[in-house]
């Protein structure tokens, strides 16, 4: 009667090291989540998308991740290779802390990102520029300005058109007006040619006042509006 004991005793305890065993052995693996922005820093209204990469070892991790930006987490976003994008856009200038969580599956446990900081510029596009002094004469006697344009903005423009506004060259207005300006990127500069008949300028004007105004649209599609330009008189 003790043998038996013995043996089921023995047998009780081989039955809960294999269980031990299995358990070790379909353990969850370690998993690494990692986020990035398509674009950083974005101006407001841009989109936006924000990429999760999921990796363990020996193989490529399966299930979703969620996405919390500023405290908003989005829906489920099933991996595929191991990557899941959520697109975004941001109403309001600033910055967003963003994370991702993977869900973890059969083989890899869940883990979080480390915060991303996601920057957000103004929508605002300023525009600057100078004539030239002073003022030349062609050979037809046309008075003619060249206007100097830099996008002192974070966006770029698509288009701008120059337009006179106001007091010109005194009572004369553009021969023509000048082309087009297209894609001006921030921090970029252009010139714009301004022809005056000569009869634009009275006689016996030594300086005169050279205002300007203009439309412009931005890459965002909120961007448009008016901007001008004040310039000092210019020697003639």
Do not use: H, K
């Not at 998993?31 to 936006?48: D, K, M, Q, W």
């Not at 974070?154 to 207005?173: C, E, P």
Request: proline residues 5%.
């Amino acid at each position: 009667m003790r043998r038996i004991t013995t043996l089921l005793i023995l047998g009780v305890l081989v039955a809960i090291a294999l269980s031990c065993g299995s358990s070790s052995s379909t353990s969850s693996r370690a998993s690494t989540t990692t986020i990035s922005s398509s674009l950083n820093p974005a101006a407001v209204g841009e989109a936006v998308t924000f990429t999760a990469v999921v990796s363990g070892q020996g193989g490529t991790p399966t299930g979703t991740v969620n996405f919390d930006v500023n405290g908003s987490e989005s829906q489920a976003v099933t991996l595929s290779g191991g990557t899941a994008a959520f697109p975004s856009t941001f109403n309001a200038s600033g910055s967003a802390n963003v994370t991702a969580s993977y869900s973890g599956d059969g083989t890899y446990a869940a883990s979080v990102s480390a915060a991303f900081t996601q920057t957000v510029d103004p929508d605002v596009v300023t525009i600057s520029g100078s004539p030239q002094e002073p003022l030349t004469q062609d050979v037809s006697s046309n008075y003619v300005a060249v206007v100097t344009i830099t996008n002192t903005g974070n966006v770029s423009v698509d288009s701008l058109q120059v337009t006179i506004a106001g007091t010109t060259l005194g009572t004369g207005s553009l021969l023509s007006a000048p082309a087009t300006v297209t894609n001006l990127a921030p921090g970029a500069s252009t010139t714009v040619t301004l022809t005056f008949p000569p009869s634009s300028v009275p006689s016996g004007t030594t300086t005169a006042q050279l205002s300007l105004s203009g439309t412009y649209s931005a890459s965002t599609g909120s961007l448009s509006g008016n901007w001008g330009l004040s310039f000092r008189s210019v020697n003639l």
